[in-house]
């Protein structure tokens, strides 16, 4: 998504909001608009009020936790509502994927390992993290052959940061 619709998306989110201003998802979307365009201060009172409004909605923790692990650098947060999310939502592969990046930040390949996998066996619309983050963690343990197939495959569902990486090994 371009800054202009970014833009268009964070009007769209205020209307929203102001209409209904109990909707968490809207405060959710905005949030993460906000974490794409770099402010993260916006993203995060938006992220928070989200989950306030509900405490259930997985997709905001999972959220919140991008700033906590990309933004503050605080693994133990991040992974916190990564499993929080996880727990809320079994079947979401991108919170796999998440907590399986802080993992590798904490040195505890086998359980990235794990989650990658766990992330791909569910197969969802953002499965695409999960092949170039594994493959970048085959990469680590030195397994090439393998971390060039799941960077490809990461290429072929169309994560194209991923075709760097492969062109790169």
Same mark, same amino acid.
Request: charged share 25%; hydrophobic share 35%.
């Given at each position: ?6 833009? #268009? ?39 928070? $009020? ?17 700033? /906590? ?13 990564? #499993? ?46 999960? /092949? /170039? ?6 990469? $680590? ?29």
């Amino acid at each position: 998504m371009d800054q202009k619709n970014y833009g #268009n998306a964070i009007e769209d989110y205020n209307k929203a909001i102001l209409y209904y201003p109990n909707y968490a998802t809207a405060y959710n979307q905005r949030g993460l608009t906000y974490y794409n365009t770099g402010k993260y201060v916006q993203a995060r009172a938006d992220l928070t $009020k989200a989950i306030e409004l509900n405490p259930k909605m997985a997709a905001a923790h999972n959220n919140l936790g991008l700033i /906590y692990f990309y933004v503050d650098k605080d693994d133990s947060k991040a992974l916190a509502e990564y #499993n929080l999310a996880i727990s809320l939502q079994p079947n979401g592969e991108v919170q796999y994927s998440n907590r399986g990046e802080v993992y590798v930040d904490q040195g505890k390949t086998d359980e990235a390992m794990a989650d990658f996998n766990k992330a791909i066996d569910i197969s969802g619309d953002q499965v695409y993290y999960a /092949y /170039y983050y594994r493959g970048l963690l085959y990469e $680590k343990l030195g397994d090439v052959k393998s971390a060039r197939k799941d960077l490809q495959k990461a290429v072929d569902l169309g994560y194209q940061k991923a075709e760097a990486e492969l062109k790169r090994l």
